[in-house]
């Protein structure tokens, strides 16, 4: 409950993933596991399972636009979170439409799905620094840092860097997922234009099944952030939350499943580390 007595309302830009692993459905499922009010823009409707993507139709941007204006003029949003953009229109039109809003804007910079499918062509890519530019947070892995910041890859030892160097560039917050890389501890990075803000680490979980990891950490994200809660807070929230849906996942499909969102029931203090 925020301090009127309501829940928070937080506004989801993504893609449809009919599995309900990721896109809209993990964002959804996460935001009100979190107490949040879900909305939802779609962007595009894929036709998806574990195994990969079987088809994508991308919306019209006016449809898109609409979509967030229905919500915005009407019930409002605290946060907003966005997800696969479908197109570099749709992109351009985002940034344009929510350059004045006022709450937190968190952006997953989506480019492939788990099961490697793409989900973002090389115009979308071109297009996500004028979303860069608007958001409060950006949360790209590591295979997406490396593409943000022109790097074939990215070893352990220059994630920090990379991730300066887009915030920098972009002058925005970076929070640098650790999950693509080998090891058996996840680093994530948060670094702002001025430096590091903080690190967090845990034990890698030894699991196939984290579709929909990202979408996941980044709607708790936004989730925290629009009952306004500080950013470190929220970060380490949302990691806890992504961690216990892993914890929780049921096992389906027979490539990478789906997390487990809807066994998350309380966060113990312990969990937030
Ligand atoms: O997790 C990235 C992602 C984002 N959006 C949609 C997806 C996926 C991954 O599968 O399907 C719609």
């Known amino acids: 409950m925020n301090d009127h007595g309501t829940p928070p309302r937080v506004l989801s830009i993504a893609g449809s993933d009919s599995s309900g692993g990721a896109g809209i ?14 909305m939802t823009a779609i962007t595009a409707v ?36 966005i ?12 940034a344009e439409r929510l350059d004045n809003f006022s709450g937190a804007i968190v952006f997953d910079p989506v480019m492939v799905a788990t099961s490697g499918s793409d989900l973002a062509d090389e115009a979308t ?6 979303l860069m530019q608007i958001a409060t947070v ?16 990215i070893l352990p ?26 090891g058996d ?13 903080a690190s967090f680490g845990h034990a890698r979980i030894d699991t196939p099944h984290t579709h929909g990891t990202g979408c996941t950490l980044s709607a708790a994200l936004t989730t925290m952030l629009a009952y306004g809660q500080p950013l470190t807070h929220a970060i380490r929230i949302a990691r806890a939350f992504t961690r216990a849906a892993i ?5 389906f499909g027979d490539g990478s499943g789906p997390l487990g969102h809807q066994a998350v029931r309380k966060l113990s203090a312990g969990d937030e580390t």
Not at 159 to 180: M, N, R, W, Y
Not at 247 to 251: F, S, T, Y
């Open 83 to 94: 997800g696969m953009l479908g197109s570099p229109e749709i992109a351009m039109r985002l």
């Open 247 to 251: 914890e929780q996942a049921p096992g």
């Open 25 to 38: 459905q993990a964002d959804i499922k996460t935001i009100t596991m979190l107490g949040g009010y879900a």
């Open 157 to 182: 030892h220059e994630v920090f860097d990379a991730a300066s160097e887009l915030a920098e560039a972009q002058d925005t917050i970076v929070l640098a997922k650790g999950g693509h890389g080998d």
């Open 185 to 197: 501890q996840v680093i994530d990075y948060v670094v702002s234009s001025s430096g590091k803000i």
């Open 46 to 81: 894929t036709a998806q399972n574990t195994r990969g993507v079987q088809g994508i139709e991308v919306m019209h941007p006016d449809l898109v636009i609409d979509q967030v204006d229905s919500c915005l003029d009407d019930i409002g949003a605290d946060a907003i979170k």
């Open 125 to 130: 890519i071109a297009a996500f620094g004028a």
């Open 138 to 153: 950006v949360t790209p892995n590591l295979p997406e840092l490396a593409a943000l910041t022109e790097r074939e890859e």
